[in-house]
């Protein structure tokens, strides 16, 4: 097993030779000498793996059970809980939820008014409303890693500079390095209870199955329940393939015409046509076996790798079931509340909606007016509605503050002539998922409830990032010490009305690696500047988004560089239609001139010691690279013996 689990991952090295950006056929030749480099990689590999130890079995496999009991042992024995008037009884509760893809223009409180979000408006018009909330990326990795540390992605290591601009396998060793710091840590250390249900997407190993450096429990949440990926086509038999779909069609080629060739040597072996020597058919036999390997294991399996559940660094259920998968995470999520109602207690409930495939619940089944995606949409609403009916069940609405929101924008071109439309609907702001800086693809909701706090139906229209969240728990966590350089500001002066403009002057948009744009808030104006260096391609030409290729890509000739950039006024021209010139905008050299000296400011804290004494002052290792990102067998994480995995969670009726 550790032999084989080494010879396939140094013949995907190898073979990404001939795939660096994209994956061709190649010729004959080209196809021979890559797998003979394989091969000798291959072996190269298994004793280096050896020596290395990488593959061995987790010894600390964790109790299903135990954060629960623990949880409700801390509840009981705490000596500050329950309703003495301690300060840890009056210390705040947060239920942050998140949807996945979801678009800012499918909310009712946003402007549509043809879908069904009675509950999600409730929290708006009890709480705060924010109308120019930004994500950090218009990706689930580096937005939610920017969400997490109150810092752009890049700063972790979480950008891309080629073709894959997320996580795509569990088995491999890239995500958020445990050297970061999560607003769950900070919370842990201040005495919260910490709690995540649903998705992460942030890495699980990184040397060997168990490591769990990347895993939530690492990061400050102690009690763990969901998707340490993400819900993705995959994990519906008949949805088709989401991960390197040319680069699976290509190894399944080569491996065929491997096939091919050996069989006919074969046959001209056997009929006396050439002679050939055994030797020579047994090293291609084992060569052809090798490449089917390095495609089937990764790719043909990936539902079982990538589809699970775990609790806590147990994995519970192998692959999962989605049809369930609502239910439990709600369950789960206000199991969590309950358990901890006489403590502080912090809960990310990451949903695994609004992202394909789309769920089938019947109970929501063709109710609304826009298909099976207005039917999920309208869900994830009753999803929302249930836990903040738990919470004011259980008194603590006045001493919880709710936040919903997206992790970005809608995902335009996910739509097929059976199912119609998959992805959401950004409102009159141009572009979406994946579109580097364009504002369809990173202007999410943001709502704030707290009632006694807060006061209801308050609209605040200035800039604001979900790097805010960050500082935001911090300060009302009371948590005073020192910390890394950060890229979010508290918000709670503009939602409680004592402060009217944000801190935001410049904001700063990644594409990967690639800083995409900038927006300036003019001190004194309403004006909302933004300054695109380059935007993507859009295909076909004319279209208003990637539908070739499906998704944006942030490099080379996917994008469009301008010089002079492309300036729009967001306050004026919301869906950046119109840009501006020297002739239309009597400030536009000085927009020119103030993000450029921002950008250079913005990039001087990535060189400068303006970290931690923990944290390292040069540049974080890439999350990344071809290295980090592809499978490798002893980093899967796996129940039962690898490679027979599988599992069930063991369930009440839901």
Not at 133 to 150: D, E
Not at 542 to 555: E, Q, V
Not at 616 to 640: A, D, N, Y
Request: aromatic letters at 10%; charged letters at 20%.
């Amino acid at each position: 097993g550790c032999a084989f689990a080494a010879l396939m991952h140094h013949c995907q090295l190898s073979l990404l030779l001939c795939f660096p950006t994209e994956a061709s056929s190649g010729s004959l030749a080209a196809i021979l000498s890559t797998i003979g480099v394989a091969a000798v990689g291959a072996v190269t590999g298994y004793f280096t793996y050896q020596k290395k130890k990488l593959c061995f079995k987790n010894r600390q496999e964790a109790d299903p059970e135990a954060a629960r009991k623990a949880d409700a042992a801390e509840a009981q024995s705490d000596p500050q809980a329950g309703s003495d008037g301690s300060e840890a009884d009056r210390r705040p509760n947060f239920v942050l939820m998140m949807v996945d893809d979801l678009g800012i223009g499918d909310i009712g409180c946003y402007g549509n008014d043809t879908i069904r979000t009675p509950n999600i408006d409730r929290l708006a018009s009890e709480g705060v409303k924010l109308t120019q909330h930004i994500a950090a990326a218009p990706l689930c990795t580096p937005s939610r890693a920017a969400f997490m540390t109150g810092r752009y992605a890049v700063r972790s290591g979480l950008g891309n500079t080629g073709r894959v601009q997320v996580l795509l396998f569990l088995g491999g060793s890239g995500g958020l390095p445990p050297t970061e710091t999560t607003f769950a840590k900070r919370l842990q250390q201040q005495g919260y209870t910490t709690g995540l249900v649903g998705k992460w997407h942030l890495g699980v190993n990184c040397e060997h199955r168990g490591d769990h450096c990347h895993h939530p429990n690492q990061h400050g949440f102690s009690y763990f329940y969901g998707l340490p990926f993400t819900l993705f086509n995959n994990c519906v038999p008949g949805n088709g393939n989401d991960v390197l779909a040319d680069l699976e069609h290509t190894l399944r080629v080569l491996t065929m015409m491997l096939g091919v060739g050996l069989s006919t040597l074969v046959c001209v072996r056997a009929c006396g046509l050439l002679e050939i020597r055994l030797w020579l058919l047994v090293a291609l036999f084992l060569l052809a076996f090798l490449a089917t390997a390095v495609w089937y294991m990764p790719f043909k399996m990936m539902t079982t790798w990538n589809c699970i559940i775990m609790r806590n660094q147990e994995v519970i259920e192998q692959p999962m079931t989605v049809e369930t998968l609502p239910q439990r995470l709600l369950r789960e999520a206000q199991d969590f509340v309950k358990r901890n109602v006489n403590q502080p207690f912090l809960l990310f409930f990451s949903l695994a909606h609004i992202h394909t495939p789309l769920f089938k619940n019947p109970a929501f089944a063709g109710k609304s007016r826009h298909g099976r995606y207005g039917d999920n949409l309208e869900e994830m609403d009753w999803l929302i509605g249930k836990m903040t009916e738990t919470v004011d069940s259980l008194g603590l609405a006045n001493n919880t503050l709710m936040y919903f929101t997206s992790d970005h924008g809608g995902h335009l071109e996910d739509a097929d002539s059976i199912t119609g439309q998959k992805g959401g609907w950004n409102s009159i702001y141009k572009g979406g998922k994946a579109m580097g800086g364009w504002e369809g693809g990173i202007r999410v909701p943001g709502i704030f409830r707290w009632p006694g706090r807060l006061a209801a139906g308050r609209v605040v229209e200035e800039p604001t990032s979900l790097m805010d969240l960050y500082p935001t728990l911090k300060h009302l966590a009371e948590d005073t010490h020192p910390d890394r350089q950060l890229d979010g500001f508290n918000l709670m002066p503009l939602l409680e009305g004592k402060a009217e403009r944000s801190e935001h002057e410049f904001m700063f948009h990644y594409c990967g690696v690639y800083l995409n744009a900038v927006r300036w808030h003019p001190p004194g104006s309403d004006s909302i500047y933004k300054v695109h260096f380059f935007t993507p391609n859009f295909s076909p030409p004319g279209a208003g988004g990637c539908y070739d290729t499906k998704i944006c890509l942030c490099h080379g000739e996917h994008v469009m560089h301008h010089s002079p950039p492309l300036v729009y006024d967001l306050h004026h021209d919301p869906s950046e239609s119109r840009p501006l010139s020297p002739d239309t905008e009597p400030r536009y050299a000085e927009i020119l001139e103030q993000t450029a000296k921002a950008v250079e400011r913005h990039q001087s804290t990535f060189t400068n010691s303006q970290t931690s004494d923990d944290a390292p002052s040069h540049p974080v290792e890439s999350q990344m690279t071809w290295e980090k990102i592809l499978w490798r067998p002893w980093l899967q994480p796996c129940c039962g013996t690898f490679p027979f995995c599988g599992c069930k969670e063991e369930t009440t009726q839901i």
